[in-house]
Nanobody
């Protein structure tokens, strides 16, 4: 089993910042892509940002220049630094981690979700 534990969500005013963290644990041999998704009420889950094992990053157009994804491979942790937050960033944020277990089987795990609310 691979478990993901998220932290860092909360309530912030527009223009403020939050930093999300997601730590992976369990029978992990290798972690490949790590990402953050979000789902607002009544909307589909969407990819916010992703980072490969080599450090290549990608972002949704709506967050480019405001959000930064990073990872600490020694801690099996992915971060999402969110600056200049807008009310439309309000959503439940989920981390997603893909990799290989120690039994050589692939995994694709999701965090429990953390609420981010941006007030205007």
């Amino acid at each position: 089993q691979v478990q993901l534990v998220e932290s860092g969500g909360g309530l912030v005013q527009a223009g403020g910042s939050l930093r999300l963290s997601c730590a992976a644990s369990g029978i992990i041999f290798r972690i490949d892509t790590m990402g953050w998704y979000r789902q607002a009420p009544g909307k589909q889950r969407e990819l916010v940002a992703a980072i490969t094992s080599g450090g290549d990053t990608s972002y949704a157009d709506s967050v480019k220049g405001r959000f930064t994804i990073s990872r600490d491979n020694a801690k099996n942790t992915v971060y999402l630094q969110m600056n200049s937050l807008k009310p439309e960033d309000t959503a439940v944020y989920y981390c997603n981690v893909e990799g290989i277990r120690t039994n050589w089987r692939p995994f694709d795990s999701w965090g429990q979700g953390t609420q981010v609310t941006v007030s205007s």
